[in-house]
């Protein structure tokens, strides 16, 4: 008889005890040329990331010149008084930087990305685009012209569509937030080099703006350092600019966008909400993840795993504007695409989840479940520089104090079931969410009609 092989196993690893982690505080200072800067040394990052916020809100936008921060944004990294446009790409490249840009409600933005070893370089790159941007006439045609080659596309795609049809529904024209972000066609086309350079020196300022620093910082005297790169660029002081209030008509109603022939139907449900001023955010964070912040919230288990009618429904709530008093807002959303024929079904359905959520509450489960999602795995959100620089970045843009993420952990684990159901019952209610459905109005029209969630209008795609 053979004699049967033995194997010898090696004892299975067990978990070590786990190590207390805090999102980190960052050391706050001011430069001489009033530039605000928030650093903060993590060792082991070497890629250094660095946010720059500018107090160049979109409401700021000229009339008849929506896109003009967009504009200037993506112009940041088109050359400056030293480096023409490609000579510019040419020198991030050399030290393995990017440089990005984007404009929204609160501001603009500008992120670098950078080796440690190379900070000095990218910072002086930064600096220069921010001191003296070239905003040269054909860099600037060419943006524009790029921008308006964008809008067909955005219009095709459904998502895109939704959220801009929302943002008409619910907020007054004469609101910047009732328009899209990046402009129109016919707002874009009226961009010239002299109105980016105009919308740049009437807005950006060191005195208005702050700069985050995350990475490892070993070795580098960033005083010095940031002295000759960023606290050499100058500009006068301003006055804060004062803030309109956030007004919105959340009267419960649904608007088709007509898409003849759409083999699917984009859905968009939303209203405005308080905003991570008020004492509700943390539950209403927690309450609407269980509602359907991930695969196994309640939307997602009945309209994708029961019934079939989708690849994934999620509910969320973003931030639109904060202000020092309090008084901004946020928008709360569900937002996911079924199959045409399903698609009064599936909303018959949706609504039946939130009446039972507001009817049953959550269960203990459910709500472990989501502290566990979002706390537990916190310490993996934040393992890159960038993502630590951009969570100091929004608390910045947000006017929440330094310590407001650390806070907001705490405040999620703390909270229990009940509050958490009562935040996203208020969050969601079921007679104030205005409904956008993108797909083909002759077969969806009638039955969302007979649901009765609210007036019914078609609108042209166009």
């Known amino acids: 008889m053979t004699e049967l092989a033995t194997m010898d196993f090696h004892p299975q690893p067990q978990a070590g005890e786990a190590k207390p982690w805090a999102f980190p505080a960052p050391e706050r200072g001011t430069l001489d040329n009033g530039l605000t800067v928030l650093r903060c040394h993590r060792p082991g990052q070497q890629v250094v990331a660095v946010e720059v916020l500018l107090a160049a809100p979109l409401e700021a936008e000229p009339a008849g010149l929506d896109g003009v921060a967009t504009i200037m944004a993506r112009a940041y990294s088109e050359g400056t008084d030293k480096h023409s446009a490609e000579e510019f790409a040419a020198e991030l490249e050399r030290c393995g930087a990017t440089l990005d840009a984007h404009a929204d409600h609160p501001g603009v933005r500008l992120s670098l990305e950078v080796p440690a070893s190379r900070l000095p370089k ?69 961009i010239d080099s002299a109105a980016v350079r105009a919308f740049h020196e009437k807005h950006v300022r060191p005195a208005t703006a702050t700069a985050v620093i995350v990475g490892d910082l070993t070795g580098v005297d960033l005083d010095e350092l940031l002295g000759d790169t960023l606290g050499a660029w100058t500009g006068s002081a301003a006055q804060p600019r004062p803030v309109p209030p956030v007004v919105a008509d959340d009267t419960g109603r649904v608007v088709i966008v007509d898409r003849p022939g759409a083999v699917q139907t984009q859905l968009l449900l939303g209203r405005i909400g308080p905003d991570r001023h008020d004492r509700v955010w943390p539950a209403q964070v927690l309450g609407t993840y269980c509602l359907g912040g991930t695969l196994t919230s309640r939307l997602d288990r009945v309209l994708r795993e029961e019934k079939g009618y989708t690849y994934g429904v999620r509910s969320f709530g973003q ?56 706390v537990g795995v916190a310490p993996l959100k934040f393992e890159t520089a960038a993502a630590v620089a951009g969570t100091l970045a929004d608390q910045v843009e947000q006017h929440l104090p330094d310590h407001y993420q650390a806070d907001l952990y705490r405040q999620l684990a703390a909270t229990g079931t009940v509050e958490a159901t009562a935040a996203v019952v208020n969050a969601f209610p079921v007679d104030r969410l205005v409904t956008v459905l993108v797909g083909d109005a002759a077969q969806i029209k009638a039955p969302v009609e007979a649901l009765g969630i609210g007036e019914v209008t078609v609108v042209s795609a166009e």
Request: glycine share 8%; aromatic share 2%.
């Open 319 to 374: 931030v639109l504007r904060s202000t020092p008093d309090g008084t901004g807002a946020a928008m709360l959303a569900i937002s996911g695409s079924v199959d045409t024929p399903n698609t009064g079904p599936a909303l018959d359905d949706l609504w039946k989840v939130l009446r039972t959520l507001a009817a049953e509450g959550l269960t203990d489960a459910e709500r472990d479940v989501a502290v566990q999602n979002l």
């Open 122 to 190: 990218g910072l002086g790159l930064l600096a220069d685009a921010l001191r003296a941007p070239a905003f040269a006439d054909s860099e600037v045609e060419r943006l524009v012209r790029n921008r308006l080659d964008e809008i067909p596309h955005e219009l095709a795609n459904p998502s895109r569509r939704a959220a801009k049809e929302l943002a008409k529904e619910l907020f007054p024209a004469s609101a910047r937030m009732s328009r899209p972000r990046q402009g129109t066609e016919e707002t874009v086309t009226g």
